[in-house]
């Protein structure tokens, strides 16, 4: 039982330079409290020697851990201490320690008040000592003074915490006398980690000095803030005394005789002063350990299989001697490599822990949320207006007055927006290839990254079969969008065109220009008797021409036929001209042209009859009297062209200047209802077959990367790093290890070896126990 201290002192000094009794949390006792409570002389008190430093505000700047250990009575030895990082370097003289642990804490923690994280570890070696681990910490305080850091209060706090956290460790809180153990700092900070009272041994100070009609009785004795390891009362050597050179033997004495002669401490004078705190801490300190063992031993066999998975993973150098077996490691690791990429892609790249999307999902969301809502976000029209496709129409009609939508400036518009797709196709591209790079910064092989040389050559691979595999993939893109260029599909079943498309957009025009019976106007409207009188006229007028009209016509249709021939395109079975081809349907009214021309064909008759006639009444008179008459004379062509030439005009008729041509000709504001009606149409035509290559676009583009960039990345990059890298002369400059993992190699080589040799102290030590 008595070894269990030496053991875990043991266990410190093996473990001191590793860093590991942090993590292996080895049991020790913490002393924390407030500024001025005695916390530093407590110490001292308990060790026998005066080492410390002292003065006002914060002494104690960093933590010091103090490592006591008891030397037998035969040792002729005076006693000494040593630094953990010094060892053989006795120091007997313990003004000197002081002195030391000043320099080294100045030299970390500067010359103002600010505090270090970084512990400062000695030994005292002493017959009048027993076994245990101290650690003496910042006395903790509010406000800053002087010239503290502004957050002292937090700074502090943040040092005190991992000491006290530690379960395997005892808790020693100073209080002084006079204060009220309620406001007790120590007690609050040790309630936080310890709220059973289970690890907190109390001390309270200053017992001698409390105010006249005052004690601490109660507190003593764990009714004012129970603890289950009780409070211990001492006396400490006061300022005047310890420049009268007290000595702490003397003050054991005065100690003594100030409980054992108090009226109110003398019932538990044998449960007070340094001697019994040096006893109860000794045993509970081993009762702790020995509850703590358990724990030991676990966290001491975690860590060791934890050192050997590390020490697995850096590899032992010494099995690649020859180049046999570096060519073997050299292909297990690129087939390896090579198998990880793959499971990243398709999604078999299994690890806990991760909350966010990785490897192949990361792709797929590029596909379906980036890139197919940015296409369908595109709007044609927000690049192109009414004026610019009504400019289009007349354009594409030339010098031909417009009688039907014309095609080519569907085209050209519909073609503008299809090619505002390659862009948005093209970065779909670079973040899946950006994507797949990301992916392979992912893939930690630790056998690889022991290799500097070998694990730069795959990145470098892969980099070049990435670039390479996007060339064709860009290309592949450009021809999609030049498939959806070249041939415009009117009749995809998904495109939305013909009669019902016209009929709905002239509806739709007519139904925004209708307006309501009951709000004509009488002055802009006919009345009934006014269209009668017109109607008759005009069957009047259509009557006395009616045998030149059917001459007309005739001669009309024989042309037609003449022209058009028999082809089923443009004639029915009536000889009629077919109106059902695909533009026949975007005429502004086909019905309508049809009556405008007949009417148009009627007037022309008219002229040509009156004209007839006129001539014929001329040439009778002329007969009949014998002579001409002047003005008929100069309707006679000889006449005309003998005294009224075009040429001879310019003598009497007054001179008119045409306005020159603009530069630059725009249309105007007003638009007719059939410009309405075309503009209209040609918009819903640009929507549905935009909406159609949108569609074709948003589903040829991810299969296009898949295959050309992601699978062929896949299939290949085994065969292109085995080429590039598998080389006999190369073998050994790709295997030469990089200092970090030589070291690191090293390191936790020792690391292992001293926990299996903590383990087997242990082990030992249960044995004989």
Same mark, same amino acid.
């Given at each position: 039982?008595?070894?269990?201290?030496?053991?875990?002192?043991?266990?410190?000094?093996?473990?001191?330079?590793?860093?590991?009794?942090? @993590?292996?949390?080895?049991?020790?006792?913490?002393?924390?409290?407030?500024?001025?409570?005695?916390?530093?002389?407590?110490?001292?008190?308990?060790?026998?020697?005066?080492?410390?430093?002292?003065?006002?505000?914060?002494?104690?700047?960093?933590?010091?851990?103090?490592?006591?250990?008891?030397?037998p009575?035969s040792?002729?030895?005076?006693?000494?201490?040593?630094?953990?990082?010094?060892?053989?370097?006795?120091?007997? $003289?313990?003004?000197?320690?002081?002195?030391?642990?000043?320099?080294?804490?100045?030299?970390?923690?500067?010359?103002?008040?600010?505090?270090?994280?970084?512990?400062?570890?000695?030994?005292?070696?002493?017959?009048?000592?027993?076994?245990?681990?101290?650690?003496?910490?910042?006395?903790?305080?509010?406000?800053?003074?002087?010239?503290?850091?502004?957050?002292?209060?937090?700074?502090?706090?943040?040092?005190?915490?991992p000491?006290?956290?530690?379960?395997n460790?005892?808790?020693?809180?100073?209080?002084?006398?006079?204060?009220?153990?309620?406001?007790?700092?120590?007690?609050?900070?040790?309630?936080?980690?310890?709220?059973?009272?289970?690890?907190t041994?109390?001390?309270?100070?200053?017992?001698?000095?409390?105010?006249?009609?005052?004690?601490?009785?109660?507190?003593?004795?764990?009714?004012?803030?129970?603890?289950?390891?009780?409070?211990?009362?001492?006396?400490?050597?006061?300022?005047?005394?310890?420049?009268?050179?007290?000595?702490?033997?003397?003050?054991? !004495?005065?100690?003594?005789?100030?409980?054992?002669?108090?009226?109110?401490?003398?019932?538990?004078?044998?449960?007070?002063?340094v001697?019994?705190?040096?006893?109860?801490?000794?045993?509970?300190?081993?009762?702790?350990?020995?509850?703590?063992?358990?724990?030991i031993?676990?966290?001491?066999i975690?860590?060791?299989?934890?050192?050997?998975?590390?020490?697995?993973?850096?590899?032992?150098?010494?099995?690649?001697?020859?180049?046999?077996?570096?060519?073997?490691?050299?292909?297990?690791?690129?087939?390896?490599?090579?198998?990880?990429?793959?499971?990243?892609v398709?999604?078999?790249? !299994?690890?806990?822990?991760?909350?966010?999307?990785?490897?192949?999902?990361?792709?797929?969301?590029?596909f379906?949320?980036?890139?197919?809502?940015?296409?369908?976000?595109?709007?044609?029209?927000?690049?192109?207006?009414?004026?610019?496709?009504?400019?289009?129409?007349?354009?594409?009609?030339?010098?031909?007055?417009?009688?039907?939508?014309?095609?080519g400036?569907f085209?050209?518009?519909?073609?503008?927006?299809?090619?505002?797709?390659?862009?948005?196709?093209?970065?779909?591209?670079? !973040?899946?290839?950006?994507?797949?790079?990301?992916?392979?910064?992912?893939?930690?092989?630790?056998?690889?990254?022991?290799?500097?040389?070998?694990?730069?050559?795959?990145?470098?691979?892969?980099?070049?079969?990435?670039?390479?595999?996007?060339?064709?993939?860009?290309?592949?893109?450009?021809?999609?969008?030049?498939?959806?260029?070249?041939?415009i599909?009117?009749s995809?079943?998904?495109?939305?065109?013909?009669?019902?498309?016209?009929?709905?957009?002239?509806?739709?025009?007519?139904?925004?220009?209708?307006?309501?019976?009951?709000?004509?106007?009488?002055?802009?409207?006919?009345n009934?008797?006014?269209?009668?009188?017109q109607?008759?006229?005009?069957?009047?007028?259509?009557?006395?021409?009616?045998?030149?009209?059917?001459?007309?016509s @005739?001669?009309?249709?024989?042309?037609?036929?003449?022209?058009?021939?028999?082809?089923?395109?443009?004639?029915?079975?009536?000889?009629?001209?077919?109106?059902?081809?695909?533009?026949?349907?975007?005429?502004?009214?086909?019905? @309508?042209?049809?009556?405008?021309?007949?009417?148009?064909?009627?007037?022309?008759?008219?002229m040509?009859?009156?004209?007839?006639?006129?001539?014929?009444?001329?040439?009778?008179?002329?007969?009949?009297?014998?002579?001409?008459?002047?003005?008929?004379?100069?309707?006679?062509?000889?006449?005309?062209?003998e005294?009224y030439?075009?040429?001879?005009?310019?003598?009497?008729?007054p001179?008119?200047?045409?306005?020159?041509?603009p530069?630059?000709?725009?249309?105007?504001?007003?638009?007719?209802?059939?410009?309405?009606?075309?503009?209209?149409?040609?918009?819903?035509?640009?929507?549905?077959?935009?909406?159609?290559?949108?569609?074709?676009?948003?589903d040829s583009?991810?299969?296009?990367i898949?295959?050309?960039?992601?699978?062929?990345?896949?299939?290949?990059?085994?065969?292109?790093?085995?080429?590039?890298?598998?080389?006999?002369?190369?073998?050994?400059?790709?295997?030469?290890?990089?200092?970090?993992?030589?070291?690191?190699?090293?390191?936790?080589?020792?690391?292992?070896?001293?926990?299996?040799q903590?383990?087997?102290?242990?082990? $030992?030590?249960?044995?004989?126990?």
């Open positions: 039982m008595n070894k269990l201290i030496p053991l875990i002192n043991e266990i410190h000094d093996i473990l001191d330079k590793s860093q590991l009794g942090n @993590q292996l949390r080895l049991p020790q006792v913490v002393v924390i409290g407030s500024q001025s409570t005695g916390k530093s002389s407590v110490l001292e008190s308990i060790i026998g020697k005066e080492f410390l430093p002292r003065g006002k505000g914060i002494v104690t700047r960093r933590p010091i851990e103090i490592q006591l250990s008891n030397i009575e040792s002729h030895e005076k006693d000494w201490a040593e630094f953990f990082d010094k060892k053989g370097q006795k120091i007997y $003289d313990f003004e000197e320690l002081r002195n030391l642990i000043q320099d080294e804490t100045d030299k970390l923690c500067g010359q103002n008040k600010g505090v270090s994280y970084v512990p400062l570890r000695l030994k005292v070696f002493s017959k009048d000592v027993v076994d245990l681990m101290l650690v003496d910490l910042p006395g903790m305080t509010k406000n800053p003074v002087g010239d503290q850091p502004q957050d002292i209060e937090k700074q502090i706090m943040d040092l005190l915490n000491y006290v956290q530690n379960p460790s005892l808790i020693l809180a100073v209080s002084r006398g006079s204060d009220d153990l309620a406001n007790s700092e120590s007690l609050k900070l040790a309630r936080t980690v310890d709220p059973e009272g289970n690890r041994v109390g001390v309270i100070t200053q017992l001698d000095i409390m105010d006249q009609g005052c004690d601490a009785l109660n507190d003593l004795m764990g009714k004012t803030y129970p603890l289950k390891l009780g409070y211990i009362g001492v006396v400490m050597r006061g300022q005047k005394e310890i420049q009268q050179r007290m000595t702490i033997q003397q003050q054991y !004495l005065k100690e003594k005789k100030f409980f054992e002669e108090s009226e109110i401490y003398k019932k538990i004078a044998d449960k007070m002063g001697p019994y705190l040096v006893k109860s801490l000794n045993y509970h300190f081993m009762n702790h350990i020995k509850q703590c063992l358990p724990e031993r676990e966290n001491l975690k860590q060791i299989m934890i050192k050997e998975a590390e020490l697995k993973n850096y590899g032992e150098f010494d099995e690649l001697e020859d180049n046999k077996s570096r060519g073997l490691f050299v292909l297990n690791m690129l087939a390896k490599f090579c198998q990880s990429y793959k499971d990243l398709e999604g078999k790249y !299994l690890r806990s822990g991760h909350d966010q999307l990785i490897g192949g999902s990361r792709i797929n969301y590029i379906s949320d980036i890139f197919r809502k940015s296409l369908n976000d595109i709007d044609p029209f927000e690049i192109l207006n009414d004026d610019e496709i009504r400019t289009a129409i007349k354009n594409a009609n030339g010098l031909r007055p417009s009688l039907f939508v014309p095609e400036a085209e050209n518009l519909v073609k503008q927006q299809i090619s505002r797709l390659l862009q948005p196709s093209l970065q779909c591209s670079k !973040l899946v290839y950006e994507e797949q790079r990301r992916i392979l910064t992912m893939i930690n092989i630790p056998e690889i990254e022991r290799f500097d040389n070998l694990n730069s050559g795959i990145s470098e691979v892969m980099e070049q079969v990435l670039s390479r595999c996007q060339l064709p993939t860009d290309q592949m893109i450009k021809n999609l969008i030049e498939i959806e260029l070249g041939y599909n009117t995809h079943p998904d495109f939305c065109g013909g009669i019902g498309l016209l009929q709905a957009t002239q509806q739709e025009i007519l139904n925004k220009d209708e307006q309501p019976p009951n709000q004509m106007n009488e002055k802009g409207g006919k009934q008797k006014q269209q009668q009188n109607q008759k006229q005009s069957q009047q007028q259509q009557q006395n021409n009616s045998s030149q009209q059917k001459k007309q @005739q001669d009309g249709a024989s042309d037609e036929n003449s022209l058009y021939g028999n082809d089923p395109r443009f004639n029915d079975q009536n000889g009629r001209q077919d109106e059902n081809g695909f533009w026949s349907w975007f005429s502004f009214s086909s019905r @309508q042209q049809s009556k405008q021309t007949e009417l148009t064909d009627n007037k022309l008759n008219n040509h009859f009156k004209k007839k006639r006129s001539t014929q009444n001329s040439n009778d008179e002329q007969n009949k009297d014998g002579k001409s008459n002047k003005y008929s004379d100069m309707l006679q062509p000889s006449a005309y062209n005294d030439s075009i040429n001879n005009l310019g003598s009497f008729m001179k008119t200047q045409l306005p020159h041509v530069s630059q000709i725009k249309l105007g504001d007003n638009y007719s209802k059939k410009e309405q009606t075309e503009t209209k149409m040609i918009k819903n035509l640009i929507i549905s077959y935009y909406n159609v290559v949108k569609k074709n676009i948003s583009v991810p299969k296009t898949i295959t050309f960039l992601t699978n062929r990345s896949v299939n290949i990059c085994e065969r292109e790093l085995v080429s590039s890298l598998y080389k006999e002369d190369q073998l050994e400059e790709l295997l030469k290890e990089n200092s970090f993992v030589l070291e690191q190699r090293k390191e936790t080589k020792s690391q292992l070896k001293m926990l299996k903590c383990l087997n102290i242990l082990n $030992d030590t249960e044995s004989k126990c």
